[in-house]
């Protein structure tokens, strides 16, 4: 598999993008990576065999506008994801701006036909494994039939990466009862509920890292909020606990013999460590890291990649969404 | 101060009714406290001075329609509104079905002049102290005037428990940049703006329990999605913790000599300890307890109750609403 990794995008661009291309390109002999970056952010050591570096003259900064892109055509982004496009690549990744991958993967790749919205999904570690969110993307206003489209290709999603054969397909709301939710859950309740989905009707936020459900589904709006309070609860709890343990002599003996199970819980919480999420919805695979991926974070996402491409998630969604 | 205690409503009722109706009574000899419940419930032993009993016929349970309220007039939450109505009691609290308690008081006690939806709010253990979090009620679709309500209440609430003096007021959205969030947020934005209150402009779900703000205002939708998805990560990490802490010899040692620290972030983290959240815009003190609060929390929500009633939180919330 040959990927394009855009070295420029992403808080820590671009030494954990070429760390992580790194770490990857030394376990995948077979594979092909093609690092995009500014001549300055070249490595000046030689480079493996199967890597390479192409020279762009343009960065899209994490903040930056998405109006300016399309003056911005020899950016990272824009040619890794070119690159996609023109076949010389089977996998764009980016740690960049979000919205810019977005919007260079529509421009560039297009979206799949009859469908109003690609969205990102999520992999989210719940106490039953792992579980599908979605759009926890741009999409801050949506119809109901943009909820049925994500909920069809998260499905999708799910199967691609061996979550759930046939996903169990929740709709996020404010209750479980059928009648609870906003306007715009009530009326995409209804499409779910006819679809062929294997739809289980409303779930909560509580639901999210308990499980019941393979793919959870909401708008981009109430998915980053969701996200987000969900971090904001682990950064509360693991900061009150690291006061704590170090309040007294016995805590911090306490602390030094339960350091290997905070270790885990660390590790089963860092959602980013499964190694970014495709865009959903586009003609090609852009895999969309998080901002503040580090090397590790960018070498797992390489296997989603490659679990994405070897299950043919494009041509999937395409037949999903008819 | 007179309280009416609707002791029929709750996952524990009556029994954490009474028990925290005692306790709290125990040290408020100045302080009348009414138990209104059916007769079954009723304490065999005799009850303190100034704790009495009043005998309801009827209960509204806990995910009953309030479609069924009219006909359920001699229920425990319309007797003990009723109380606040008749002037014979200064607060009515409840840790029952939370539609009902608001339509109860609606019908009862009324809305506040000019205020398009009363609103239920939260205080969240944030890592700068207690923060005000609106609305976590029954309103999923709102719109922008009413999310300007919220905040002049939340303001005004902020001031009444002493959370801040010139509380500075967030609206909940997916970014903090001023052209963020979806249509309805975008135009509550514009009002907030041009409003008197201390706006700081969009604030994020990670900010709720870091602070930077004192009022977070949100629809009912979004406002129940941040509060369970952040009850769901708690869930998780503790879950995990206790699993991870049993794992061996040397962790379950551990794990006894941090026990105090556990206890402590626990009881950092119950924001239902905070003991229940006033309904902010009817003319007159109704108390919501969360369903499954235990004596404690019950306990708790007496001094709550207190806290609005020496600032005249309705009269403020009157005023703060022309």
New interface residues.
Partial sequence: MRFAIDAMGGDKAPDALIQGTLQAAEHAAGDQFILVGGEEARPAQPLPANVSWRTSSQVMAM?ENVQNLLKKRDSSIWIATKMVKDGEADAVISAGSTAAQMAVAVILLGKIDHLLRPAIAITL???EGQKIFLDIGVN??VEPPMLLQFAQMGAVYAQAIGVAEQPRVGL????TEEH????L?QEAYALLNRSDLNFIGNR???????GGYDVMV?????G??????????????????KK??T?GF??K??????K???R??KK??DYQAYGGAPLLGVKGLSIVCHGSSGAEAIAASFQQARNCYQHRLTDKIAEAIL
Same sequence: chains 1, 2.
């Fill in positions: 903040d570690p719940s106490l801050a206003d996020l709301s404010n209750g609870k939710g906003n306007t859950t909560e936020g509580r639901d999210l890292l308990n909401t708008d981009g709006f109430s980053n909020i969701a996200i987000k309070s969900m971090e904001s609860a682990f950064h509360l709890l693991t900061t009150i606990l704590e343990l309040a016995s805590r003996m306490g602390a030094l013999l339960i290997p199970a905070l885990e819980m089963a919480l």
